[in-house]
């Protein structure tokens, strides 16, 4: 088992040595897991604290080297908000990505391998979730169940999985036919054990190729939903601080207020999406030409 787990982690390393893009998305985003992690250690301030200098409050404070990325209006420091902040971004991104990939490579691996009437009812049911419209969905759920951090992330897994589960199925239609799965079956391995042990990690490129592109969408639907006031209110994300600025219309007067959010969600999503591409690589070695 522990040489397996060692074949499996190198394996995932030699997929970003050979790509540039994707150790940088990457680098970026173990460097935002950290920043989220440690967020009381590295935030000088904490996210709603007004800061006052000799009994006054220190508003709209352009960046300096006190405040890295200014105050807002309500005297609050951006850097440590931004900080704060990335522990939604993150947390979202990794379990909604994670339900994504669970529940996109089940359906995609029972549907693909047994065809037939299975094939036809998942494939109905992806249908019919791609016939639902993703952000109004989510905000109709999140209106209903609660303003709620895990309403959120459910809101997105249950609508994001249709692309994985449509992509891997075709990936595992072409597999099923291949000699080391007739090999299996004459040998008297169970369906299980065919689609546990010799057909899922053949996909597994793929799931988490898609894996790491679901945890971009999801970012920046939970900044949308931030924005739009359907967040979690006991959590600071980077949605809530945009939200807060249109509210009282600083774009204009305060641009570090807007940009240090704007860029965080920027650097977040595209790490995904460099992720996603080194691993698409994999699946598609044309790629590797570009």
């Not at 669970?102 to 791609?130: C, H, N, P, Q």
């Not at 109709?140 to 951090?149: K, M, P």
């Not at 609508?159 to 090999?183: D, M, N």
């Amino acid at each position: 088992m522990a040489k397996k787990l060692k074949f499996f982690f190198q394996s995932q390393l030699e997929v970003f040595k050979g790509d540039s893009l994707g150790l940088i998305g990457a680098i970026i985003f173990v460097c935002f897991i950290m920043m989220a992690i440690l967020a009381p250690l590295i935030a000088p301030y904490g996210p709603e604290e007004m800061i006052y200098q000799e009994g006054r409050l220190l508003r709209l404070q352009s960046p300096s080297w006190h405040h890295l990325f200014g105050t807002t209006q309500m005297g609050q420091d951006i850097f440590s908000q931004v900080v704060y902040g990335s522990r939604a971004a993150v947390l979202v991104g990794i379990l909604s990505a994670g339900l994504v990939s669970i529940i996109g490579t089940a359906v995609g691996l029972v549907s693909g391998y047994y065809g037939g009437k299975t094939d036809a009812f998942f494939m109905r049911v992806v249908d019919l979730a791609y016939g639902i419209p993703f952000l109004p969905f989510i905000i109709i759920l999140v209106a209903l169940t609660g303003l709620t951090f895990w309403n959120v992330v459910i809101g997105i897994g249950l609508l994001l999985w249709r692309t994985p589960a449509r992509v891997i199925r075709a990936q595992v239609l072409s597999l099923k036919s291949r000699p080391f799965v007739e090999a299996s079956r004459v040998l008297g391995a169970s369906n299980f054990r065919i689609i546990l042990f010799q057909i899922a990690p053949n996909v597994l490129p793929l799931t988490f190729s898609y894996t790491a592109l679901a945890m971009g969408w999801a970012i920046l639907t939970e900044a949308n939903l931030s924005f739009l006031g359907y967040g979690d209110p006991m959590m600071m994300s980077w949605g809530k601080i945009l939200f807060r600025v249109y509210i009282i219309q600083a774009m204009t007067i305060a641009w570090w207020w807007v940009l240090a959010p704007g860029l965080a969600i920027i650097l977040l999503v595209l790490s995904g999406f460099f992720i996603g591409r080194a691993y698409e690589k994999v699946t598609n070695p044309r790629l590797k030409e570009y």
